[in-house]
């Protein structure tokens, strides 16, 4: 037999919670509540020591112990059933209509779990498109919260009290529940849900607004990268193929000296291989005359004709005297080992130039970089540091250097340095010998008055109180000036004022490939005072500035 479902089922709604009663309790007056519900309310009674009904306020004292309503819990359990049952849906309306993964399960279905299609923020459950219907009909007229489905409904339940979040507590700076609002936020500075949101959404905004244009930043740089690799990828192409064709060259012309060098021992092997054939054929053909003569000379030694032989031997006598003979030397040290030398020489001297020429194309091949990185922590920094001296030959006559030519002190009194073209006559400056031309990195420590550090082409002025001749005043120098009232840089005879500087040691880093000029306050941490991104032409020199009473060491 089916059961019978009570047709009033409002009776059967908690007036706390306004949903289907969860566990009902009936107090002495009549009245039914969620058990959850009555207790969370008379929790907030305890310091009375009285408790009430929400509903008709009639009191009771003591706490009353709660039960459950048996008879009411089946009840509420038919009309959920019937609910669902009322709903059913054919079978056809559900197929592709279960949750797949990243999609919000309904809360309500058993088995195999429909998409969920909204959450209902009071009852802080899920529900498909059907369980939704049977949500919204099993009370007719209630307004719940429903929005969009979405995931983690606890989350939304207040821990303690399990009651939505729907206060904001300034105070705290946290969402609480209204039982939270008179308990432990009680006092507090708070307002409903949606006025906390109108008021953080301004900053939200502007936020958002923020990270968007960072997103535009990000992707404008990842345009201007994805251009760089592929201008990087076309020139690497170019570069590849162009020296390769330098490089077949080469070989052709190495190949072609090879021929000519051949050659050349191959002519002169041949004129002097001809030369000697033809004295060879000389001398066979004076040798066999010369043995045919001796034969005769034999056979007249032989003869018993004493007139024939006086006759014969003054003929042969005459012959002999009168026959030229070839005249020649024969070099027995004869061989190319000259040659062979100045091939041997002319190879050490390629591979020597190649070897060179490579270093040179190696570092131009390191230079082409897309990315440039900036050294961040002064351990990166300290990678790059350099040793400078202070040349002494530009000093001026008011700064006396010492500790090996890093330490310069200002002198009230001259010294009497020699006349120097390089020397500094009027401003109380200084350069360093050796010069910047890559990266560089150094640190100084300093006291006194003011000071001034610099970069610096070597061909700035020297002589008189010109701006030519001071660092900064000009086109020549980068300048950093320090007092104990203000800091400030130059360049071209234009100042920017910076915040003042307490730290007594400050480093300058110099990336002079990348135009790069920066100077840092060293303390337990590196602040970066100023940087200036140029382009340099000729090779920096480190140039310090001393005010009266001031000294500066390099480190």
Known sequence: MAEAVPSNQELFTCPICLDLLKDPVTLHCGHSYCMGCIKGCWDQEDHKGIYSCPQCRQTFT???????????????????????????????????????????????????????????????????????????D?????????????????ERICTQHE?????????????VCFLCMVDEHKGHDTVSASAGRKEKQTHFEETQSKFQQRIQEREKELLELMKAVETLKSSAQTAVEDSEMVFTDMIRTIERRRSEVEELIRA???AEVS??????????????????????????????????????????????????????????????????????????QLE???????????????????????????????????????????????????????????????????????????????????????????????????INLAVSYKSISRKGDVENCWFGYNDQSWRLCLTGSNS???????????????SPRIGVYVDHRAGVLAFYSISDTMTLLYRVQTTFTHTLYPGFGLGEGSSMKLL
């Open 138 to 154: 099993v009370i007719p007229g209630r307004k719940h919260n429903v929005i969009d489905a979405i995931g983690q409904l606890q």
């Open 163 to 175: 009651k939505p979040l729907e206060i904001f507590c300034r105070t705290d700076q946290s969402c």
């Open 275 to 348: 030369r000697a054939e033809g004295l060879l054929k000389q001398l066979e053909q004076e040798i066999a005359e010369m043995k045919r003569r001796d034969a005769e000379m034999e056979q007249l030694s032989h003869t018993d004709d004493h007139i024939h032989f006086l006759k014969s031997v003054q003929l042969v006598s005459a012959k002999l005297e009168s026959k030229d003979s070839l005249s020649f030397h024969v070099n027995q040290g004869l061989s190319f080992e000259a040659v062979k030398k100045s091939v041997s020489s002319l190879k050490g």
């Open 62 to 136: 003591p706490r009353p112990i709660l039960n459950k309503n048996n008879i009411f819990a089946e009840l509420v359990r038919q009309i959920r059933n019937t609910r669902v049952q009322t709903v059913a849906p054919a079978p056809d309306v559900v197929v592709g209509l279960f949750a797949g993964p990243g999609d919000v399960e309904c809360d309500v279905c058993t088995g195999r779990k429909l998409k969920a299609v909204k959450s209902c923020l009071e009852c802080l459950v899920s529900y498909c498109e059907i369980h939704l219907k049977a949500h919204n």
């Open 352 to 450: 020597e130039f190649c070897e060179e020429e490579v270093m040179k194309i190696s570092a131009a091949v390191n230079e082409v970089q897309a990315i440039y990185t900036e050294p961040t922590t002064r351990e990166e920094f300290l990678q790059y540091s350099c040793h400078f001296t202070l040349d002494p030959d530009t000093a001026h006559r008011n700064i006396t250097l010492s500790e090996g030519n890093r330490r310069m002190v200002w002198r009230a009194e001259p010294l009497s340095y020699p006349d120097h073209l390089e020397r500094f006559d009027e401003w109380s400056q200084v350069l360093c010998r050796e010069g910047v031309d890559g990266r560089c990195y150094w640190e100084v420590e300093w006291s006194g008055g003011w």
């Open 268 to 270: 002169q092997e041949k």
């Open 488 to 502: 400030s840089f130059w360049h071209n005879n234009k100042e920017t004022e910076l915040p003042l500087v307490s």
